[in-house]
């Protein structure tokens, strides 16, 4: 059975040159108070700090795809679903976007193709721009070779994934049956980590605000009735859900408890979190220990949750490391989870993204 690693990105060189060009988040660039710091990659409006914690340093293994093979050659990964890194596209100017998707999502394709086999992806969608236009690309994406879903971001079209507007891009996501993989980037508000948040550096967001802006967007889908009007659209989530497998009891509760649901008409035929979690979500298994993948396995069952690295992103912090210690604890709770049970871990490590994404097409 292949090892497929599903949550691991890519800036191609397309985007890498956009970046370059800009002096406001997201850029890339080096800074000549620290030239020995090198070229740092700054996505999030709180990393933009004059500190160490100013954006993360930045190298070939974000860009060149070769870095990419060599990194899976080294941790015993036969596939992987390359998918672009946040911000993706939207940050963009609505009339710049269509062009710049197509750009990118052409370069991403070149890249599978050169490495026949090896790599698929997830497209990107230029979400600053009409809906009709996010629509035209996912259609020229579904007859892409190496495609087999869009990566997407938590603002949808610029006020969440709530927005009514989306629905004709939920209806040609769910009609052309790609996968969409939902993958946090804004966080919560920079308030809520205090004001010796730069004392920190990005654990308190990559921590806990990227699971929990996760989890408050799927369950605005969920509160505006997405999946009652999609009852096929399918989705990936990123970080094993954030915390949805934890708090989905806590959710359905107070959805239960809910007197303007109720008063509303809203309780009536809706479809819940759990079936929504056994039917249309799937979960990665990058969570890094134990219990967390328990409560994926609880939530979704071990046959939609799929192994993943979040490459390049965490590297070790040491030189000279060559096994990541990132990966090491994804896959160490796999085996650990599923000890006796060799084919379950290997349908998690590989068998299961070769399924749901057609590998063997
Ligand atoms: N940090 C990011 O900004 N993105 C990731 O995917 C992982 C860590
Ligand atoms: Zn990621």
Known sequence: MPVVDVHTHVYPPAYTALLRSRTTVPYMRSFPDAPSAGERLVILPAEDTESTSRGRPIGPEYYDISQKLAFMDAHGIDVSVISLANPWLDWLPAGEAAETARVINDDVERMCAEHQGRLYAFGT???SAPAHEVVAEIKRLSGMKHMRGVIMGTSGLGSGLDDPALNPIWAAIEESKQLIFLHPHYGLPGDVYGPRANDYGHVLPLAMGFPLETTIAVTRMLLSGVWDRFQNLEVLLAHSGGTLPFLAGRIESCIAHDAHLKHEGKLEK???????????????AVVYADPG??????????????FG???????????GETEWLSVKSNSNAVKSVFQG?????????????????RLDD
């Open 341 to 357: 049970d060799q084919k379950t871990a290997d349908a998690i490590m590989g068998g299961n993204a070769v399924r749901i994404l």
């Open 270 to 284: 809706r479809r819940d979190l759990w079936d929504i979690l056994k039917k249309n979500i799937y979960l990665d």
């Open 309 to 319: 690295t979040d490459h390049p992103f965490f590297p070790p912090l040491d030189e």
């Open 293 to 306: 993948l328990k409560a994926a396995i609880e939530a979704s069952g071990a046959d939609r949750l799929l």
């Open 125 to 127: 969608l230029p979400l």
